[in-house]
């Protein structure tokens, strides 16, 4: 294996998937089975006032890991093998590269953005601002009954900016550093904050370790996204040095100490204001997005994501995530080969 070469051939067509085929069905995608697994466990957990749940919250969370790594490493080193001993070693190698991107493109999506964001403003466009409405209740957490067009169209581009570190810069990074195994790492731990992620009674104790997991995951992704944000900016003739300065200065804005990152620079990029009503008011004195915004907006961050993903994830993981990844499929398919 040429594992140079391998890596970037990994990366481009785990692009050219995403862009071409798009995501898994929801009904067979790894993620909706790890929720399912969570799900259960949620059902049976009684000690939520106890420091247990604390316990039970990180056993949980290493189940997940372990268990999606280990389907994931011994699918990517069985047809390494199998295919290389069947029928010849560049069959295992193209397989293999092949099944890795399929797995690294599950983890992260960029494309996904517009198909979610253009029937909104189709029907924004139209003047069908109850069908957008509903639509857009379906990207969001808060109340969209009665909203206005404008902050329609800013939902629109709160989740599409806030998102881009979670669905994008962050499985890229552990991907390059850590292959498979840095991808589901944090995909875990950013479902089970989604999920289990709450400041209340059910969740406070059970969800502490995956809520403070994912924030230091995305700790230095968050950081860095305004400046790939400004430099997709740059290219695309928009205010790109507003972006650093505006992520400097109103980051703190969310109650989450990573989204305002991205969200306040593409913001300041975009030259919008982004409103969350009662919460925050980003890049305020600007006027609030169109449906045209909207569009400009999934370029922005579609744009950063490619060059992220192509800059970051080919190096790293050129340099050291597929070294990590083959020494641990080895040692996966080492164990198999002991147990069965």
């Keep these: 294996m040429v594992l140079?070469?391998?890596a970037i051939l990994v990366v481009v067509l785990a692009l050219a998937i995403d862009r071409y085929i798009g995501e898994v069905p929801n009904s067979v995608h790894p993620l909706r089975w790890m929720g399912n697994i969570l799900a259960a466990i949620d059902r049976h957990v009684s000690c939520r006032g106890s420091r247990k749940a604390i316990l039970i919250g990180l056993l949980s969370y290493l189940l997940v890991f372990?268990?999606?790594?280990?389907i994931g490493l011994l699918l990517t080193s069985l047809v390494r093998y199998g295919l290389s001993a069947?029928?010849?070693?560049?069959a295992g190698e193209i397989a293999w590269i092949v099944v890795t991107a399929v797995l690294f493109k599950i983890s992260f999506a960029i494309f996904s953005f517009r198909k979610?964001?253009?029937?909104?403003?189709?029907?924004?466009?139209?003047?069908?601002?109850?069908?957008?409405?509903?639509?857009?209740?379906?990207?969001v957490s808060r109340n969209t009954k009665g909203m206005d067009a404008e902050h329609i169209a800013s939902s629109c581009c709160e989740t599409v900016t806030e998102n881009l570190v979670d669905s994008i810069y962050s499985p890229v990074l552990y991907f390059g550093i850590l292959g498979i195994p840095g991808a589901v790492m944090f995909r875990c731990a950013n479902l089970m904050d989604a999920m289990w992620g709450y400041l209340n009674d059910k969740y406070a104790l059970?969800?502490?370790?995956p809520a403070k997991f994912d924030d230091v995951l995305g700790f230095v992704t968050s950081r860095v996204s305004p400046y790939f944000i400004a430099l997709a900016g740059m290219m695309l003739g928009m205010d790109w040095r507003a972006s650093v300065p505006?992520?400097?200065a109103e980051h703190t804005m969310t109650p989450s100490p990573n989204s305002g990152w991205s969200m306040t620079a593409a913001a300041a990029v975009l030259g919008i204001s982004m409103e969350k009503r009662g919460v925050y008011v980003m890049n305020g004195g600007h006027p609030m997005p169109?449906?045209?915004?909207v569009r400009r907006c999934c370029r922005l961050i579609e744009l950063s994501a490619i060059i992220y993903l192509l800059l970051v994830g080919i190096i790293l993981y050129g340099l050291i995530g597929i070294q990590v990844q083959l020494f641990v499929e080895d040692c996966v398919f080492g164990f198999w080969g002991a147990v069965f």
Aim: aromatic letters at 6%; one cysteine or more.
């Design 290 to 293: 169109t449906t045209a915004d």
């Design 246 to 248: 505006a992520a400097k």
């Design 86 to 90: 069947a029928v010849s070693p560049l």
């Design 4 to 6: 140079w070469l391998d």
């Design 116 to 139: 979610h964001c253009d029937p909104i403003c189709a029907d924004l466009d139209a003047g069908r601002t109850e069908d957008a409405a509903a639509k857009v209740q379906m990207i």
């Design 66 to 70: 372990l268990l999606f790594t280990g």
């Design 206 to 209: 059970l969800g502490r370790f």
